[in-house]
Each structure stands twice: as C-alpha cells, then as structure tokens.
C-alpha cells in the first residue's frame, strides 16, 4: 500500500476506506474483505454512530491474526456537540472501537454545537428549527484540546475536517502541533485548488473526502450533480480502460490528495484499491482540470436549516 509521509513522520495510506453512510449490517463485511484486499486505512467518526460495529470488525481481523494492529491506520472525528469536551469525546471513541490509540483524530467540523452528552453527536436545533450554534467555544480552545489528545498518547496525529482555506489559516498561527491532515470534499467537479495549495504549501496534507462526488447518494440526498457522469471522465475511462470512478480517484492521488472512498461491494473495493496500479497522462490530468464546476455535492445545511459554509 502507497503511504505519504505527514508532518510529525507517521505514515498514512493513500487509500483508505470511508465508513460514513455504511450501514452496520455491512460494516463486518466490508471491513474484513477490505483488509484481505490490502486496505489498512480507516475512516470512522462519531457520528456515524458505528464505532461499536466497527471496533468488532477490527478487533476480529486483529484476533484472526489477518492484520496487526501496528499496520492498520484508523481515523476518527470528534463532532460538533463535543467542541468542549474534546478528550472525554476521543476516549468515547477509543472505548467504542476497542483500541488504545487512534492514528489520526480530525474536528469533523468547524463548529461547535449545543453539547448533547459526550459521545451522542447530536445536531439539536433550536426554536426556529435552527442549527443551534454555541458561541462560548472558540476553535483555538478546540484546537488545544485536540493537542491534548496527542500529550495524554491517545492520538498520533491530529488535523481539520471542513475547514475552509482562512480558517486552516487560523488554526495555524494559533497551533502549537500543526495539523497533520485536512479532509475537505474535493473531485473533480469541486476541485478547491486554492485550498490544496495552501495546505501543501504549510506541510498539511489535503486529504479528499466525497472524492467521487457522493455519487448517487448525494444525488438522492441533496440533489446534487455527480461528475462521474461527465463527459471527460467518460472519455477517459474508455482511453484507460477504467472505470470512471477510478479516474477521478487517480486524478486526486495525482495532485497530492490521498483518498477515502466508500463502497462495501468486493468488486468496488477492489477496483478502488487498484488506482495505485496506473497514472494518468500529464495532459489527461490537465484536462480534467478544466471541469471543475465549484461545486459542493454534500450539504449538511439542509438539515440544519443554515448555510454554515455562507
């Protein structure tokens, strides 16, 4: 499996395997073939509510001797109603996914929500079935207790989930350990190359989430527009003989941006794992380039009845 080398010299498979939105029933499955297939990197967080299923999951592979733990990279998040309980939430996690350190540990969002208990991810609305937003948590105060985290070893490395470019800004002039990471949506038709520049520029690696666009799930979801229908990306499966998820997924890992794909089907999770077995051509890349449409397919707004990204 490709790694890349973050900034505290811990190293993160490029591909991992995205865990939101799958169902607990296929969590075992999915995580258990993932392995065989040579996956090591996983990406749970809180609010998924599956971190019981999925901490079983792994510890089987563990006492099945298929993966040791030192091999497996897992990531989780702590969500927005926890802001002000960040150590409590991350040692929540730990318990629920039955491990004693976590690889990577990500705000899941720039925002600090009501607290509904530690560990319960609610998004509580207020009166106006609004996204009721706690403004006594700063993001620098989230900040240092993420690095607490690191000092009490129950993290390796820590960094952003959602964040835009001036808020990365922010939290790097006031952190004492530089995030590691920032996971934000990015794919071809959001492409955010601002964004993925500067993060490289300061040594923190961009890390796509949603890097097929949500696909069908986000066009059921949130009506959005699925770049694997494109007519480029077409063009260029058909030039490669791939698939055009597979083309969009190079074309991330061609400019520095490791991957967390979702699938629980065998024979995507194959397919998925297998663009690290060719590279696009220098124009193809710069083609793709052209067809960014600026365009976010995963909007939790929907439901929290404001636009936190306005």
């Known amino acids: 499996m490709s790694t890349i080398t973050l900034n505290n010299g811990f190293e993160m ?25 040579g996956y090591r990197h996983f990406d749970a967080a809180a609010h998924y509510k599956t971190e019981i299923d999925v901490g079983k999951a792994i510890a089987e592979a563990i006492q099945s001797g298929l993966v040791k733990r030192e091999e497996l990279f897992i990531t989780s998040k702590v969500w927005n109603s926890d802001h002000g309980h960040v150590v409590e939430a991350c040692k929540n996690s730990l318990k629920k996914l039955q491990l004693d350190y976590l690889d990577l540990y990500l705000v ?122 494109d007519p480029v990306l077409i063009g260029l499966a058909k030039k490669y003989q791939k698939s055009v998820a597979q083309i969009a997924l190079r074309w991330n890992l061609e400019r520095g941006t490791p991957v967390i794909p979702k699938s629980s089907k065998v024979e995507r999770l194959k397919e998925n794992l297998e663009v690290l077995n060719f590279k696009l051509e220098k124009e193809d890349v710069e083609l793709i380039n052209t067809i960014d449409k600026k365009f976010r397919t995963t909007l939790p707004s929907l439901s929290w009845g404001v636009d936190v990204y306005a």
């Open 108 to 229: 899941h969002y720039p925002l600090a929500t009501k607290h509904s208990g530690v560990g319960t991810t609610a998004s509580l609305l207020d009166e106006n079935k609004v996204l009721d937003i706690d403004v006594t948590v700063s993001l620098e105060t989230t900040w240092h207790d993420m690095e607490k985290t690191v000092d009490l070893g129950l993290v390796r490395s820590i960094g952003l989930s959602n964040y835009e470019l001036f808020l990365t800004r922010d939290c790097l002039s006031y952190a004492k350990i530089k995030p590691q990471v920032s996971q934000f949506e990015t794919h071809p038709y959001f492409q955010r190359e601002s964004l993925v520049r500067f993060c490289k520029k300061h040594g923190v690696v961009p890390m796509a989430h949603t890097p097929l666009g949500g696909a069908t799930a986000n066009v059921k979801a949130f009506g959005s527009i699925s770049p694997l229908e």
């Open 13 to 37: 498979p490029v591909i991992g395997l995205g865990l939101w939105r799958l169902e607990k029933e296929e969590l075992r499955s999915a995580i258990l073939n993932a392995i065989k297939l």
